[in-house]
């Protein structure tokens, strides 16, 4: 190369250099007309020729910009791979420094490559490239790109007229990289203005004042001409179009403000199509208005969405729930036709607007009302609440009302719409069964179920508040004698009346509860101190001595107390319980009527002792896996068939033999081991179950899930990964979940047991018609069963306790449950179900629990012997 480049200098004449440049700038001006990418390859082959460079290439950049960006190049013979292209494809000045330095002065880079910096050499020398030859490109002194000119030999000798040359080529460049820039823009304006009227979905076009189309800037495809410029109204537009721009067109062009609207109507296969334009003058030069622009707007659409919603509002007019609309500040802005019937008075429905919803409510369901609508606004989420609407005050209506919040424009809630149904009886029906389910028949006091629910309350809020909780056991001496001498309606007697004269002497706060038979318990919440509680109990005592009449002859009865303070002597609700409980029997042994506290019975304490050694016994055992699996069945009272059984967990200690479930389930639960000991239990009753499953038996499993596993994040997720390694359906497994931890905790564990409903697992509510607080929620819940707490099945040789059971099954049929009864322990007990439709029962009068290898024989066999 060095040979040739030396013959072409020697060789080369003024003349025929000057000839090669002016063909270069021939090509590089088309370049100001023509940008495609043909013409700049062409220029810069031409430039190279010219310049006698091994390779040309154009770069820009916007004024002051730091990064240059490739437009164009020619290599004649070089090749270079795809990386080293990439490469090129982008240069950074601040690498560059070099360069960027001497071309943003203005001046002309010609330079071996020795002589540049480090980093522009290691991106040079891949390329072979041995010197280099820059020219700015200029726009009005700000550097906009540079033309490179590579040699990969020593470059060639200049004649004197090149420099001049060569900047006539950097200037025609640059006014073409200008060029290009300032049609770009114009194309981005026109494109950017054409989608700013296209996004418009309106028709825009321009009319001279001969009513001639002359502009058209959107069309409507129901128009039948595509091409309107330059047609008359009567030739562009159908009749009713072109009739109301007619008539607009010359009072828009006289009127001074130039505007008017308009109205029509476009025919259509499917429908009318309804129209509203605009139309505004546009005034020339002289600022007279020639011209006038149209702007119409297809709102057949907005049309029949006010139909849909006058059809909506008609269709709400006759539903039976009401639907109203409250202001911020809670008064009534809209109201369906509903609310006169839920007032009971005709035209109640424009009469009660712009009052306040609470003016309708009765007074002790303000603050109700008054808390769901702050949390609607302020949640911004639906919330469903129930109050009483007033209508006579003997009779006020239970509405369920739906609270859902209005947006306003900037996302926020700013008011609320609410659907309002009657639920009176509804209402009346669950306040009746749960009055049934909580409270004693005969005294009318609360009882175990509602008593353990207060208690707990009470032990949360002194948790809160560093108050007391004192509870006493009560129980009745001598009351045998009693039922003896007088009869069982005699002793039902004396209990309602001392049930009486022992709430006399309490606080309104205080809770007397029926704990059964002739025991009762009083639960002394928020005690700031304990130097009234010796009083409280002697007042007790002291007070049932009252006399009560009994057949004519006057009896006097007492009472035996043990009281127990927590936290003082117990730190859960259940060692509460226990404590009062074992103090009670020592005031009996000391010789009935007295009270006895906890306190101050020093051996009692060893009893804590013993309970804290169970409680270390207890982690040995289920860190060692000794816990084991005894099954119960549930037997179909119909055929004696075992359809499923329930997984139960025992506990035989060394020291203490077997251990109540009753006592170490809790002590597992305060302990923390709850989730290891019911993962045990599952994985032995799985591998039994699969066992069973290889020889034949269909039979379903019920596993019992404790609060701390079903809120495990990964529970649903392991439960159906044992299922698979196991080889077992989900289908296979009933979940079982107390109805206490479903229903109060429902908001937390939906997610969970929809993921176990949605997998194929049965969910059965275990202990049903403990969890009174929130039956109404029972319809909502993925449920597939119910079992029946014992304490039901314990009462069902009484006629209220029968009323019970039948109400409680009636509403499972209601809902489509199916229904297991547990402590099923007489084969009278079982008859009166199977007369109820209970077929699925559940206690020791079939069977109790027993190990693996006993239960499967009943499986194989069943218990027809039972039924």
Known sequence: ???????????????????????????????????????????????????????????????????????????????????????????????????????????????????????????????????????????????????????????????????????????????????????????????????????????????????????????????????????????????????????????????????????????????????????????????????????????????????????????????????????????????????????????????????????????????????AYAEVVREGAPLTLRFRLLRDEDNPLWLEAKLLPTWGANGEAIGLRGVLRDVTTAHLHETHIRQLALYDGLTGLPNRVLLDDLLHQALARSQRHGSRVALGFIDLDHFKQINDAFGHHAGDQVLATLARQIRSVLREEDVLARWGGDEFIVLLPDLPDLSTLAQVAERLREIARQGVMLEGIETRPTISIGMAVYPDNANSAESLLRAADSTMYHAKSMGRNNVQFYGDIVHLKSLGREHMALQTRLNHAVLNNELQVFYQPIVNARTGEVTAVEALARWHDDSAGWITPQLFIPMAEKLGLISELSEQITVQALTKLKGWRSRGLKQRLSLNVSRNLLFSPRFVRNLIALTDEYSLRPDDIIVEVTESLALTDQARQSRHLRGLHEAGFKIAIDDFGTGYSSLSQLHEMPIDMLKVDLSFTARLNSEAGRRIMQAIVQMSQALGLEVVVEGVETLSAARFLQGLGVEKMQGFHFSEPMPAGVCELHMQLGLDGKV
């Open 1 to 371: 190369m060095n040979a040739r480049r030396q013959f072409d200098d020697a060789t080369r004449t003024q003349r025929d250099a000057t000839q090669d440049y002016l063909e270069a700038l021939d090509a590089a001006g088309q370049l100001i007309g023509d940008d495609s990418s043909d013409a700049l390859e062409r220029a810069l082959a031409a430039i190279a020729a010219a310049a006698q460079a091994d390779a040309s290439a154009l770069y820009r950049h916007a004024a002051g910009g730091m990064r240059a960006e490739h437009v164009g190049a020619w290599r004649g013979e070089v090749s270079l791979p795809d990386e080293v292209n990439e490469r090129l494809a982008r240069l950074d000045y601040r690498l560059f420094r070099d360069l960027h330095d001497t071309l943003s002065a203005g001046l002309m880079l010609e330079r071996h490559i020795s002589e540049l910096l480090p980093a522009t050499q290691i991106m040079l020398s891949p390329l072979g490239v041995q010197n280099l030859l820059c020219l700015p490109l200029l726009d009005a002194g700000e550097l906009i790109g540079f033309l490179a000119l590579a040699y990969m030999d020593a470059p060639p000798k200049r004649i004197s007229s090149e420099p001049r040359f060569l900047s006539t080529l950097a200037n025609y460049l640059a006014m073409a990289l200008v060029r290009q820039e300032a049609e770009s823009r114009l194309r981005v304006n026109a494109t950017r203005l054409a989608c700013l009227v296209g996004a418009t979905e309106d028709m825009v076009f321009e009319l001279n004042d001969a009513g001639v189309v002359v502009n058209v800037w959107s069309h409507h495809p129901a128009l039948p001409n595509a091409n309107l410029i330059g047609l008359p109204l009567d030739k562009a537009f159908p009749h009713d179009m072109a009739w109301a721009l007619g008539q607009a067109l010359p009072r828009v062009l006289a009127r001074e403000d130039g505007r008017e609207q308009i109205e029509f109507t476009l025919p259509k296969l499917d429908g009318a199509i309804y129209c509203i334009g605009r139309l505004q003058g546009v005034p020339d030069e002289a600022g007279q208005a020639r011209h006038a622009v149209a702007l119409i707007r297809d709102v057949s659409e907005l049309m029949r969405e006010e139909a849909r919603r006058r059809t909506m509002v008609e269709t709400l007019d006759v539903l039976e729930e009401a639907v109203i609309e409250l202001a911020p500040n809670g008064h009534l802005q809209r109201l369906s036709a509903a609310w006169s019937t839920l007032r009971g008075l005709p035209g109640a429905s424009q009469l009660d607007l712009d009052q306040s919803l609470l003016s309708f409510v009765h007074e002790e369901d303000h603050i109700v009302l008054a808390q």
